[in-house]
């Protein structure tokens, strides 16, 4: 007998997918993350498991793990302390940055600020040395200077270096000495050399990208260290062990320590995968995912059974050069805290009130409203059933006096128009985040169906999808813990990029493969050092590609390697038709360039069985899956609603709203007038909407 463990860590809970090899039965379980030192959560969930067993964990075959270490340090500003060596002359770049404020209100804010630096002024040195834009030598490094500057940030405190020097994407040689010059100086200083995490073009990207990596560097790795020392004491010894990255693939512990830039949004990624996962099996192909946990809100689009995928992005105002899943994220989660500003306006978000203390009706010192307590009130949630598979026991009391005090007296309203309020607004944020990813940029919703996980979503969905026009709303069979599903779900996965700056007229066929047979070299290379043999790679091709002079670039698939002499032509097409669909307008006359080739090596990994989980239902009745009724303020009355275990409601079945249907990790609403539908093959529920 041996399992396949899943852990995901949240804001609020940690999530534990369990998977028996031999009989494909899943067993879950949730326990409150500790933030500060997430490692402990874990290793003690998973002994507690263990233990209910009666096993050992000799007996685990393969444990995956997203994490929130670079989320969280990117989001509190808790990263190394880090000094920055670039060529001489260039020490500006990262302060002046891309020159831009974003979009929308900010453009007319005064008081606009940009996001601080990670790397101050007074931890950046100069490097005399010059490489020019075809990769020739202008200056030769000054081995001697180097030295210097470096050990002016060792004596300054700093416990990672990045380095960034002009054109070593087109040669890393002067990289690659400064690299090795600090491990010889200073073998204790965490290193991240540009060349080695996004060799591409942009050079402020390309800095801003290097600069979060060994910001966030020592903090992971250092995780991740006392994470697999606790795992070894517990007697693991499967060297399948994995962490989640930004683009929805595994990594091992050493890969990611080396790239945590790459996992800032590992806990996000790994719930999109099991939605594509989903699609892929169940032939639902048009979906938005919409996850609520207990602080954020993230939500992706799935077109053709496909994630987004984008090739940079932002987190907490940073911009990385990175490939990642297109998501999208805005703070709104069963945590999110409700307050009144100083004009006296009902405000949401963006704080939380987290996993300690949390909402007022968890009883931990929680003393600000959330969105959880405001779901208690109107009756979404029932104090009758904890949640957390039992272990969380809710106070209705404290969350109506909370409420009460801070909400509805000062704004004049009733305790449930307040609660309502909260609702209202936040459904209203999670919209606005679900047409960023969609609507905003030219898919029509009404094709597609909301995917609705994490332990909060199931509450929110079926309004939200309603008043945006979309299909409906599809549930998995484990809502609170889909993100943990998905690790088992996902393969391994590493991405490489090359620039070469050329009009697509200009080069060959065999030149193109060139490129591309260096990358696929390196992928080969790198995976076989993790221990993959040649024939359990696979691999994708993209290219970068722009009209001449773009300032950005559209990926597209090569859809067959090696490429032959009449696929330059016929990617140019390509491009021009996903220029005319994003942006409602191509130009097939004006010349296009390749900017960036992309390679992905891929290796499979078993994946969980996409089955009916709740099969011994089939027998049951609807009748007997009813636990009583609960009273539900859908309008501003309360009325007598049934409570149904989800898990005894048979195949084929359906349950007519009103409803709230439960079960260990969420809790479903189903609305007036809507119909949910119990899937006979995957078990999925789908909310048919009025």
Request: net charge negative.
């Amino acid at each position: 007998m041996s399992y396949r463990v899943a852990v995901d860590t949240g804001g609020t809970f940690t999530d534990f997918v369990f998977l028996d090899e031999q009989s494909g039965r899943i067993e879950i379980m949730k326990v409150p993350s500790t933030r500060g030192n997430e490692s402990v959560a874990i290793v003690d969930g998973l002994s507690r498991w263990l233990e209910s067993k009666g096993i050992g964990a000799e007996q685990i075959s393969f444990f995956a793990h997203s994490t929130t270490v670079g989320t969280n340090a990117m989001l509190e500003e808790s990263g190394a302390r880090t000094g920055l060596l670039i060529t001489e002359g260039f020490r500006g770049v990262y302060e002046v940055g891309e020159q831009s404020r974003g979009y929308g209100s900010v453009i007319y804010d005064l008081f606009f600020d940009k996001p601080s630096m990670l790397v101050p002024p007074r931890l950046t040195e100069e490097i005399a040395e010059r490489v020019l834009f075809d990769g020739a030598i202008l200056h030769p490094l000054d081995e001697a200077q180097a030295r210097t500057s470096i050990m002016k940030l060792v004596d300054a405190g700093v416990e990672s270096i990045a380095v960034c020097l002009l054109f070593s994407f087109r040669n890393p040689q002067h990289e690659a000495r400064i690299g090795a010059l600090i491990r010889e100086l200073a073998p204790h200083i965490n290193v991240s050399v540009s060349s080695d995490i996004v060799p591409q073009m942009r050079e402020y990207y390309r800095l801003s990208t290097t600069v979060v990596n060994a910001y966030l560097n020592p903090l992971l790795e250092s995780y991740l260290q006392r994470l697999d020392s606790r795992l070894q004491e517990l007697a693991m010894q499967t060297p399948q062990r994995y962490v989640m990255r930004s683009n929805g693939g595994l990594a091992t512990f050493d890969g990611a320590a080396k790239r945590s830039v790459q996992t800032v949004l590992s806990g996000p990624a790994a719930g999109v995968m099991a939605a594509q996962a989903f699609a892929r099996a169940s032939g639902v192909h048009e979906m938005v995912t919409f996850d609520m946990g207990g602080t954020s809100t993230d939500v992706a689009l799935i077109t053709g059974g496909q994630a987004m995928r984008r090739m940079s992005g932002k987190v907490n105002r940073r911009d990385l050069l990175i490939p990642m899943l297109d998501i999208h994220t805005v703070a709104a989660g069963g945590g999110t805290v409700a307050w009144i500003d100083e004009l006296g306006s009902l405000q949401v978000g963006p704080r939380s009130a987290g996993s300690v203390p949390g909402p007022v009706c968890y009883s931990r010192g929680g003393t600000e409203v959330t969105i959880t307590d405001a779901n208690l009130i109107l009756g979404y949630l029932n104090a009758d059933f904890p949640l957390a598979g039992g272990s969380l026991r809710l106070d209705r009391q404290a969350a109506l006096k909370a409420i009460e005090q801070r909400i509805a007296t000062p704004l004049g309203l009733s305790v449930t128009q307040a609660a309502r309020g909260i609702i209202e607004i936040v459904n209203v944020k999670m919209q606005e985040a679900i047409k960023v990813v969609s609507s905003n940029r030219g898919y029509d919703l009404r094709d597609f169906y909301l995917y609705s996980f994490g332990g909060a979503g199931s509450l929110h969905a079926g309004q939200i999808a309603r008043e945006l026009g979309m299909r409906g709303v599809i549930i998995p069979t484990f809502p609170g813990v889909t993100a943990a599903l998905g690790l088992l779900l996902s393969d391994l996965r590493h991405d490489y990029v090359q620039s070469e700056l050329r009009d697509v007229r200009d080069i060959t066929a065999e030149a193109m493969n060139a490129h591309f047979e260096r990358l696929v070299r390196q992928a080969r290379d790198e995976l076989s050092a993790e221990g993959f043999c040649d024939d359990e790679i696979r691999f994708e091709f993209h290219l970068d590609m722009r009209y001449a002079g773009q300032g950005y670039e559209l990926t597209v698939a090569v859809p067959a390697y090696p490429v032959d002499s009449a696929d330059p032509a016929l990617l140019r097409a390509q491009f021009d038709r996903e220029h005319a669909r994003l942006t409602g307008h191509s130009a097939p006359t004006e010349a296009v360039e390749i900017v960036n080739y992309r390679v992905a090596g891929v290796v499979a990994v078993p994946q969980a069985p996409m089955t009916n989980p709740f099969t011994h239902a089939a027998e049951a009745t609807v009748e007997q899956a009813l636990l009583g009724t609960t009273g539900v303020y859908f309008d501003e009355v309360s009325s007598a609603t049934p409570v149904v275990d989800r898990t005894r409601l048979p195949p084929g079945s359906s349950i007519t709203g009103p409803a709230l249907l439960l079960q260990a990790d969420t809790t479903i609403i189903v609305q007036p007038g809507e119909t949910a539908v119990i899937d006979p093959a995957f078990g999925h529920i789908e909310i048919l909407l009025s």
